[in-house]
């Protein structure tokens, strides 16, 4: 199995779609001739040409709207936004239009829409290259939401998310583009959107984390086995629909949950995995939910260490959740 | 056709050139100019002719340099790992330079993140705007921003976000402010990609319908990253556009200082009046990639890039001046090395600032009092900190 970055995994899934489903288009803003400010779709203009890959005007109301359009005439567009904190302009076509054409349809048109971008800090990329906006597309009612931790699930998981029938607002984490290697099978293969996976057994404390927290609670957790603490951790993968049966199994092993994200605390993902988990199985909990995420404020540029979550703030995490702190 | 006959037909085309240009015409195809692609005039005219004298046009070259050397020191904080990002002011010079210099204190400036090195003109200290390339305690913006941002409310200069042409929108807020007021005008800035936004779309609609004391200025430096000007609008010039809103579009020679302050200056005060609000359409030329995180080989040509620095705004602006007998070799050594100093001592003191204090994030979240989760946070904050040190970029390293 060759190795590959997130990058070139998810360049590859993309590849193959455009290979094997003609009614695959890819576009947004430089991704044509520049290959897109990451390099995702470096090449695919070449290999597939302008009417499938292409650049937009600098508008993302337009790339959305165009999305929505060209998703309800029968194609399977895949939009970039070039940076998740520059989708706002485009927000209408993907609250307003995206997430609810199904249903004011009564289920006659279907927006089988892959709106791709990156997210998230540690790039010393400032507020509007670093935000982790996902709760706002978890809460709009008709989206699908995927976020990949590693170049296999990614690979998969964006093949499933281009199959799927619904808007899916796909999350890839720019610090791991390079960073993030992996084993990844050459051709097509699909990733269930809606499981998460285990990536760390352990029987004292759960972890819940996606994208790049799942490397940072997967660190925490090495730290505490040290101390002679057991930590399961679970990589979500998808946060809507979210995989709650892997979450319960799992607490009522370890009896205590902690959740991490970037994104800020107040009603941030971690919020929803809480109530979840209270609602179903507070009998099983041994100790105080706790959430580890970024704090209730814009991203800071030069002083973004003191707000990107990291394995010490998770490992007190845990041990407040254990009653250790 | 004899030499003779060559000649005077140029002295014909170059009197035509600077009539519309003096006449400040709308909507023309060529862009408006006073010197040509080499910095001489395109026809003889005098420095009243244009609104200027030569304090102004000499102050007007020495602060393009002084532009220029701060954005290249940028760059050379890049690669030191002094700054983390860059994103070149160079080629437009000639554009924001002699702008800036027609505005008074009662006007406004909603900017992009092109001008940085240019705002001394407009009363940012230059320690302050590489503090802000660093991210220092000096920074007017205390950190908070991606190198590349600058605002600051006592010189009437919005603290604009990255999102292309977000400030345009917001520009409708301050222009009414104003006329409400009944004093100041406001420029408003945006790329030629920026226009594709509906920001821009807002702004202009907004400016015509309420007769807004607004210049809105397009720099069409010709691509937005990597996409030409020509896949962002099939309009011929993005001048034309105001003509849909009902107010003028000038395109101007964004590389010709002389035009870009002849006609701000008169379209300035054409807002200020309450005459109504104007579009300019600069067009100059991005000299650098789009940022220290692009590679411009992937989508133009050396040739074209090595074109624009031959015809750079610096160079026809120092020709200008030396037609006009205003400078000459020993002005500019002198001024090279005034700029030298002043950069030197700037830098210094905006790198020894230091870090911005980290419990300041929590209380700039509200205005008054902060709430209580707020407080909670920072408390965690504290606790985390004294297990572990505070990562500090401005000493290198991860
Ligand atoms: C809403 C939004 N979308 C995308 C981006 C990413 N981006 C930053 S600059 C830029 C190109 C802007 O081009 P232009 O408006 O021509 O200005 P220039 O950089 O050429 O001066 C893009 C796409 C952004 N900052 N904001
Ligand atoms: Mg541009």
């Known amino acids: ?325 | 056709m004899s030499p003779r006959k060559t000649r005077s037909r140029k002295v014909a085309v170059g009197k035509e050139v600077l009539k519309k240009a003096l006449d400040l015409t709308p909507f023309t195809d060529e862009p408006l100019r006073f010197i040509d692609e080499d910095g001489h005039p395109v026809a003889d005219f005098s420095l009243e002719d244009v609104g200027l004298d030569a304090a102004m046009a000499v102050r007007i070259y020495e602060d393009m340099v002084l532009t220029r050397e701060i954005d290249r020191m940028a760059w050379v904080l890049v690669r030191q790992g002094k700054a983390f990002f860059h994103i070149s002011t160079t080629g437009h010079e000639g554009t924001f330079v002699p702008q800036l210099h027609t505005l008074t204190e009662e006007d406004w400036v909603a900017p992009f993140y092109r001008l940085p090195a240019s705002l001394h003109v407009r009363g940012i200290k230059v320690e302050e705007i590489f503090a802000q390339y660093m991210g220092t305690r000096l920074d007017p913006l205390k950190g908070r921003q991606m190198p590349g941002h600058l605002g600051h409310p006592d010189h009437k200069l919005f603290a604009h976000g990255s999102g292309v042409g977000s400030q345009f929108a917001v520009a409708i807020g301050i222009a009414r402010a104003l006329q409400y007021r009944g004093k100041g005008m406001c420029i408003a800035y945006g790329g030629d990609g920026a226009t594709s936004e509906g920001h821009f779309h807002s702004l202009m609609n907004f400016a015509g319908v309420y007769n807004l004391p607004v210049v809105v200025t397009v720099v069409n430096n010709q691509y937005a990253i990597s996409v030409p000007r020509s896949r962002q609008t099939a309009s011929k010039t993005i001048a034309i556009k105001a003509m849909a809103y009902g107010f003028d579009g000038f395109l101007l020679d964004g590389n010709d200082p002389i035009v870009m302050y002849y006609a701000t200056k008169k379209l300035a005060e054409k807002a200020r009046s309450g005459e109504g609000p104007s579009l300019i359409e600069a067009l100059t030329y991005r000299l650098d990639p789009h940022s220290s995180a692009d590679d411009d080989k992937r989508y133009r040509t050396e040739e074209e890039v090595k074109y624009w620095w031959e015809h750079d705004t610096l160079k026809r602006m120092r020709t200008f001046l030396e037609d006009m007998g205003l400078w000459d070799q020993d002005r500019e050594e002198a001024l090279r090395e005034r700029v030298k100093a002043q950069i030197e001592e700037a830098l210094n003191r905006a790198e020894e600032a230091g870090l911005p204090d980290w419990e300041e994030l929590f209380h700039d979240v509200y205005a008054g009092e902060t709430p209580w989760h707020l407080l909670e946070e920072k408390h965690l904050l504290a606790e985390e900190l004294k297990e572990r040190p505070l990562h500090n970029p401005l000493k290198g390293g991860h």
């Open chain 1, 1 to 325: 199995m060759p190795t590959m970055t997130l990058a070139q995994a998810l360049r590859n899934a993309l590849d193959i779609a455009l290979e094997r489903d003609d009614r695959v288009m890819i576009f947004g803003e430089d991704v044509g001739k520049r290959g897109g400010v990451f390099t995702i779709t470096e090449g695919l203009q070449e290999k597939y040409g302008e009417m499938r890959v292409f650049d937009t005007p600098l508008d993302e109301l337009g790339i959305l709207g165009m999305g929505v359009g060209l998703a309800a005439a029968g194609m399977r567009p895949v939009a970039e936004i070039q940076f998740i904190d520059y989708i706002w302009p485009g927000f209408d076509a993907l609250y307003s239009e995206a997430a609810k054409l199904r249903f004011r349809s009564g289920g006659r048109f279907a927006v089988p829409l892959v709106v791709r971008s990156p997210y998230g800090g540690r790039v010393k990329g400032g507020l509007y290259h670093s935000q982790s906006p996902e709760t706002l597309f978890v809460h709009t009612a008709g989206l699908k939401v995927v976020i990949p931790s590693n170049p296999y699930d990614a690979k998969g998981l964006l093949l499933a998310a281009i199959a799927d029938d619904n808007p899916v607002v796909f999350l890839e984490h720019k610090r791991m583009y390079f960073m993030s290697k992996g084993e990844v099978p050459e051709g097509y293969y699909e990733e269930p959107i809606g499981k998460a996976k285990v990536v760390r057994e352990g029987s004292d404390v759960t972890l819940i984390a996606y994208g790049m927290m799942v490397l940072d609670s997967l660190e925490a957790a090495k730290t505490l086995e040290k101390e002679g603490i057991s930590v399961e951790v679970i990589d979500l993968r998808s946060l809507m629909p979210f995989d709650g049966e892997a979450i319960l199994n799992s607490v009522a092993k370890t009896g205590h949950l902690v959740t991490v994200h970037e994104a800020p605390r107040t009603l941030g993902f971690a919020a929803e995995v809480a109530a979840f988990v209270a609602e179903r199985a507070i009998e099983y909990l041994d100790g105080p939910i706790v959430r580890v995420t970024g704090w209730d404020m814009p991203f800071p540029y030069i002083l973004e260490d003191a707000y990107m979550p990291n394995p010490v703030r998770i490992v007190r995490g845990v041990k407040k959740a254990l009653n250790l702190l």
